[in-house]
Nanobody
Framework: ELQLVESGGGSVPPGGSLRLSCEYS????????MGWFRQAPGKEREGVVT???????NYADSVQGRFTISQDRALNTLYLQMNTLKPEDTAMYYC?????????????????WGQGTQVTVSS
């Protein structure tokens, strides 16, 4: 089974940047759709960006142009570069995966989850 461990969260002022990492093990990522999700206090978990097995990406409108997903298969790591951060980006960020060629729209279909890393954007 796939294990996921996120890191890189922290506290930054508005306009700042962070890069999250998700190190995976237990299986080859070439068989898994992977993505980043977030959950703010009192809100439902939402998708931030997903990456299909063929590298096709799908960004949420709220982060389009500010966030970038990437993957280094040699290091078994998925990244999320977050620029021009806003207070509304404050949330716990999770890495998730499922053994599908195309990433599903439904969050409950993602089988493997990391423990999350907190991102706080505040002045």
């Amino acid at each position: 089974e796939l294990q996921l461990v996120e890191s890189g969260g922290g506290s930054v002022p508005p306009g700042g940047s962070l890069r999250l990492s998700c190190e995976y093990s237990g299986a080859t990522s070439t068989s898994y759709c992977m993505g980043w999700f977030r959950q703010a206090p009192g809100k439902e978990r939402e998708g931030v960006v997903t990456m299909d097995v063929d590298g096709t990406t799908n960004y949420a409108d709220s982060v389009q142009g500010r966030f970038t997903i990437s993957q280094d298969r040699a290091l078994n790591t998925l990244y999320l570069q977050m620029n021009t951060l806003k207070p509304e980006d404050t949330a716990m960020y999770y890495c998730a995966a499922v053994r599908f060629w195309r990433c599903p729209a439904r969050i409950d279909q993602y089988r493997f989850w990391g423990q999350g890393t907190q991102v706080t954007v505040s002045s």
